[in-house]
């Protein structure tokens, strides 16, 4: 990389800190490297994470590892059927001493938000955080709120075809830089897993290994990355190719060609280099693009359609259909 500029870190303390921050995470989560490594990805590009899958392998042990990782503001959510909109974002209350209305903020305030199980909520619960996540934050009876910088909301889901789930709004999945499916540990995993979790989880021994000055740091080192013309355009092309697939109902947003392009910064600051290369944008597109899109009815049966996991196949091929800059790795 480049010599450090303002805000950003030198090359050796920003891999020193991500090193630091995947150990710390690898510790309570056993056998996903890759699930880790792009949970660190959306970390740094400073978008927010939803992790779906099956129950019980995972999920909020990793959101709650990444959270505890760096020594920042933290707030849960449980989302349940009976949540309310001013349950996460807060409310205001008529204070009888001054006889006025006072702000009482609520979980959303804070620099990483974990959002456990949050299609059980109801999808106007869920709709509370579509301003947050997407501006940063809350407007509540005509006054606006900012929240604090990094706000990450890391969010857990099971998969929609389970009982007493909704699924995510359109717009509110399009918030979501990155799904994350963490899927079943291989056997030398699960074996670790029951050793070492029978008396203590490891959760209890973690402890932050960055401040969230240094999360800011390594934020801003990876917006210095450097991004060449023709890899934004390769980024646009696949995009602007998922809208006029006929095998896509709804493709990819403007949003989501923007967070593949800050997810591929950030990959690309992780594995050392100070550029995108088009192999970071291939590298990233199910996981930034999949869940934002919808098949067409005749692409995948009705739970395909819902889950979004049979987009991945589409989205695969447009990606080797779509020509490559030979220009963009020498650039």
Not at 34 to 40: P, T
Not at 43 to 51: K, V
Request: charged content about 25%.
């Amino acid at each position: 990389m480049e010599a450090p500029r303002s805000g950003s870190l030198p090359d050796d303390v920003f891999h020193s800190h991500c090193d630091a921050i995947v150990r710390s995470v690898s510790t309570v989560i056993d056998g996903k490297p890759q699930a880790v490594r792009l949970a660190l990805t959306v970390l740094l590009a400073e978008g927010h994470l939803l992790i779906e899958d099956v129950p019980g392998v995972g999920k909020t042990m990793l959101a709650r590892a990444l959270a505890r990782s760096v020594d920042s503001t933290v707030s849960r959510i449980q989302f349940t059927p009976d949540l309310l909109p001013a349950d996460i974002t807060g409310v205001s209350v008529y204070n009888q001493n001054t006889h006025e209305f006072e702000f009482k903020k609520g979980p959303v305030f804070a620099n990483i938000v974990i959002g456990d199980e949050i299609n059980r909520a109801s999808p106007k619960t869920q709709s509370a955080l579509l301003e947050c996540m997407a501006e940063s934050r809350v407007t509540v009876d005509g006054q606006t709120y900012e929240l604090t910088s990094p706000f990450i909301v890391v969010a857990t889901q099971n998969p929609i075809e389970m009982e007493g789930t909704y699924p995510l709004p359109e717009a509110q999945r399009d918030r979501f830089m990155a799904r994350v499916s963490m899927g079943y540990p291989d056997a030398d995993a699960e074996l670790a897993m029951l050793r070492s979790r029978e008396l203590t989880s490891p959760l209890d021994s973690l402890t932050p290994v960055v401040t969230v000055e240094e999360l800011r740091g390594l934020i801003a080192t990876v917006r210095r990355v450097f991004v060449s013309t023709a890899v934004e355009e390769y980024a646009v092309a696949i995009a602007q190719a998922t809208r006029r697939d006929r095998d896509v109902r709804v493709g990819a947003s403007p949003r989501a060609t923007l967070h593949l392009v800050r997810a591929a910064k950030a990959l690309a600051a992780i594995d050392g280099r100070d550029f995108v290369l088009p192999d970071d944008i291939d590298a990233l597109a199910v996981t930034v693009l999949a869940h934002r899109m919808i098949p067409a009815r005749h692409a995948g049966d009705a739970a395909a359609l819902l889950s979004g996991h049979s987009i991945a196949d589409i989205i695969e091929r447009i990606v080797a259909e779509t020509p490559v800059p030979v220009t963009a790795s020498v650039t």
